[in-house]
């Protein structure tokens, strides 16, 4: 029983013991690794920072680069700069977090909710059935993934993922049209002399696609009536309003204004 007692106390002071030194061991390691001097934060600043940086602008300036291309909202310098704070952010973590075991992790835990409300803003929400910027928001957050790989030094791995993001963009994207597979909404504007004989037209000619013509707008000049619409469909049912829309006899003129952004 004595010796129990007696056994106990010792290993308390032990544990205790041991504890202090991880401590001292620690806040040694947090010496030895914080810049001391001018010096040193320059040599931490090119050989780590720096290139990673560098590696983030370029990688986010790529998908960034083929959203610019398509006039997308978000574009070149939205994903870089995304990208590149992301990095920074995941660097400014792991060097202000030095010697403590998890408050790396607390500042690069804070930029999914902020890229999160970065692509929330994105979203339009123009109609009932009409939502724009979705692609734009899914592209924000994945673009700061690649920005934190980046920074954590995941090069290959943010390679990669900038290659997949990529490929899911430019290639799927033209299979989307190729094949006909997404709707898309185009805005057509057409003129003529009487609005009744242009609406009824119009109609005839969506009836053929079992569509309606949405957000009709009208407008008189001095010489002749324009209307605008917006048209759902595939590429394909597009090119088919287009042709007939042209052919009329009773509009004179019909010119596709594009496509209403919905990505």
């Known amino acids: 029983m004595t010796g ?39 040599q931490n600043v090119f050989v780590l920072s720096l290139p990673r940086l560098i590696c983030a602008a370029i990688l986010g300036g790529l998908i960034g680069l083929d959203r610019e291309i398509k006039h997308r909202p978000a574009g070149l310098r939205t994903n870089m700069f995304i990208c590149i704070g992301a990095a920074m952010f995941t660097l400014l973590s792991r060097q202000l977090a030095i010697g403590a075991t998890e408050a790396h992790t607390y500042i690069a835990a804070q930029i999914i909710p902020g890229i999160g409300f970065i692509g929330a803003g994105s979203i339009l929400h123009y109609r009932k059935d009409l939502v724009s910027g979705l692609t734009s928001a ?7 993934s690649v920005g934190m790989a980046v920074g954590g030094g995941l090069y290959l791995t943010a390679i990669f993922a900038t290659a997949l993001i990529l490929l899911s963009l430019v290639v799927m994207g033209a299979i989307e049209q ?33 569509s309606m013509a949405q957000n009709l707008q009208t407008a008189s000049t001095r010489t002749h009536v324009r209307m605008q619409f917006d048209v759902e469909g595939t590429r394909k049912e597009q090119g088919i309003i287009l042709h007939k829309l042209q052919q009329s006899s009773v509009l ?10 919905q990505e």
């Open 138 to 144: 899914a592209t924000l957050f994945v673009v700061a």
């Open 178 to 210: 190729t094949f006909s597979i997404k709707l898309q909404v185009y805005t057509y504007e057409v003129s003529g002399q009487n609005p009744e004989e242009m609406t009824i037209e119009v109609n005839t000619i969506l009836e053929a696609i079992h």
């Open 4 to 42: 129990r007692a007696i056994a106990r106390p010792a290993r308390l002071e032990l544990g205790r013991e041991m504890l202090e030194f991880r401590e001292f061991g620690e806040s040694t390691q947090a010496q030895m690794t914080m810049p001391t001097s001018l010096g040193e934060e320059l």
């Open 252 to 261: 004179q003129s019909a010119t596709p204004l594009g496509p209403v952004q």
